[in-house]
C-alpha cells in the first residue's frame, strides 16, 4: 500500500491523505491487488497516513517550519527489509492473554511484562531476521523513586563505553567474533546467484547474526541507562559531535557499535519518566583538558594518553574520570554554583 501509493505520488502531484484513502477502494477491485480485500482495512489506512505524515515533514523541512535536519523525499520500501502493520482499537482486542487481530485471527504471543495501561493501537513488526513482534502504544504514569545521589557526569568511550564521576565504570560488549562471521558470510552471499532459495537463506543468517549484535548492545543500553537514572537525580552527558567522530576512518566502525546516541535518547526518555534532570553539556566543553580539582587548563592531550598529573595542584587524574568530573561540574557551572567558579570570584 505504502509503494503503490509512493508511486502514485511520484508520477503526479501528492494529492493529500484524503484523496489517497478515496482511492484505496478502487484499487481492491483491480486484479493485482484483489488479495487486499481480505486485510483489514485498518492497517492498510494507517500506512496512508504514515505516508502523508512523511511528506508533510518533507513539506515543512522545505519550508524551515521543521528544525533540524533537512527531511528529503519517501523512499519505497524492500520486502526483504523490517516491515510493519498497525491495528488500532476497532481492530484489535486483549483477551486471556491472547491478542485479536482483525481477519488474522487469536494470536497467543511471549508477553515481556504486563500492560500497564490499556493499549490504543498494536502494530506488528517483522525484522529482517523473519521475527515478529507486537509493539503497543500505552499510557504511563511518572515513577516516583528517590535518588540516592544528587547529580553525575558521565564520559562516554569506545574502550570503556562510560566512565561516572563517582568512579564507576562501564564496559560495553565486544563484537569481533560475530563481524567475522557476517563478514565470511557477506562473501559467500556476493557469490551466490540472486533471488536463489540459498542467497535468501544465507541472507536470513547474517539478519539474524546483526540483530544478534543490536539486540545484545540495547540490552546493556537499557540497564546501563536504567541504573543511572534510578540512582541519580541530575544526569549530566556530554553531545558528542557523531557525524564528525565518524568521518575518522580508523575509529568511525568501533564508534558506530558504541551506541551513544541512542543510550542518550534512553537516559532522556527514563529521566522524564521517573523525575530526573537531563542536561547535555556543550561538545566544545574542554572537559578532558582541565583539571577537575583546581581548574587548571593543561591543553589538548593525545587519545593514548590515559593518566595525567596537574602541574598546578599535583593532582593524578585519571582522563576519563576526571572528563566525567568536567561534565558534571559544566551544568553546576552554567547553574553559577560550581566550586570553580566560587574559587575564580
Same mark, same amino acid.
Given at each position: 500500500m505504502w509503494n503503490d501509493a509512493l508511486a502514485f505520488s511520484? #508520477?503526479?502531484?501528492?494529492?493529500?491523505?484524503? *484523496?489517497?484513502?478515496? &482511492?484505496? &477502494?478502487? &484499487?481492491?477491485?483491480?486484479?493485482?491487488?484483489?488479495?487486499?480485500?481480505?486485510? #483489514?482495512?485498518?492497517?492498510?489506512q494507517q500506512s496512508l497516513k504514515q505516508l502523508d505524515a512523511a511528506y508533510k515533514n518533507y513539506f515543512n523541512s522545505l519550508s524551515g517550519k521543521r528544525k533540524g535536519k533537512k527531511v528529503g523525499l519517501p523512499r519505497f520500501k524492500k520486502k526483504a527489509n523490517k516491515q510493519s502493520a498497525t491495528f488500532t482499537k476497532t481492530a484489535f482486542s486483549i483477551k486471556k492473554g491472547e491478542v485479536f487481530l482483525a481477519k488474522i485471527g487469536n494470536i497467543k504471543p511471549i508477553w515481556l511484562r504486563e500492560l500497564p495501561s490499556a493499549p490504543s493501537s498494536v502494530t506488528v513488526i517483522k525484522d529482517g531476521a523473519n521475527r515478529y513482534f507486537l509493539s503497543f502504544v500505552v499510557e504511563v504514569e511518572p515513577i516516583q523513586v528517590e535518588a540516592k545521589n544528587q547529580?553525575?557526569?558521565?564520559? +562516554?568511550? /569506545?574502550? &570503556?563505553?562510560?566512565?561516572? #564521576?563517582n568512579g564507576e565504570k562501564a564496559f560495553s560488549h565486544y563484537y569481533s567474533k560475530t563481524e567475522r562471521q /557476517?563478514?565470511? +558470510? *557477506?562473501?559467500? +552471499?556476493?557469490? *551466490? *546467484?540472486k533471488d536463489s532459495k540459498r542467497r535468501n537463506r544465507t541472507r536470513i543468517q547474517i539478519a539474524k547474526l546483526h540483530h544478534q549484535i543490536a539486540d545484545a548492545r540495547q540490552d546493556f543500553l537499557h540497564k546501563l541507562s536504567t541504573k543511572l537514572v534510578r540512582e541519580n537525580q541530575t544526569i549530566a552527558l556530554e553531545d558528542l559531535n557523531m557525524s564528525g +567522530?565518524?568521518?575518522?576512518?580508523c575509529l568511525a566502525r568501533a564508534i558506530s557499535w558504541q551506541g551513544w546516541r541512542e543510550f542518550r535518547t534512553l537516559c532522556e526518555s527514563k529521566s522524564e519518566k521517573f523525575g530526573r534532570e537531563f542536561h547535555v553539556i556543550s561538545p566544545w566543553e574542554p572537559t578532558s583538558q582541565i583539571c577537575s580539582e583546581c581548574g587548571y587548563k593543561w591543553g589538548k592531550l593525545d587519545l593514548k594518553i590515559r593518566s595525567v598529573r596537574c602541574l598546578n595542584c599535583g593532582t593524578e587524574h585519571d582522563r576519563d574520570e576526571n572528563a566525567a568530573k568536567n561534565i558534571e561540574q559544566s551544568r553546576h557551572r552554567a547553574l553559577g554554583d560550581s566550586k570553580r567558579t566560587l574559587r575564580q570570584k
Open positions: 511520484k #508520477s503526479n502531484k501528492y494529492p493529500g491523505y484524503n *484523496q489517497l484513502s478515496a &482511492t484505496l &477502494t478502487q &484499487t481492491k477491485k483491480t486484479e493485482a491487488r484483489e488479495w487486499l480485500a481480505s486485510v #483489514s482495512s485498518v492497517p492498510l547529580s553525575i557526569g558521565i564520559d +562516554l568511550g /569506545i574502550k &570503556t563505553f562510560a566512565v561516572m #564521576s /557476517i563478514r565470511k +558470510l *557477506q562473501k559467500k +552471499l556476493a557469490r *551466490q *546467484q +567522530l565518524v568521518k575518522n576512518r
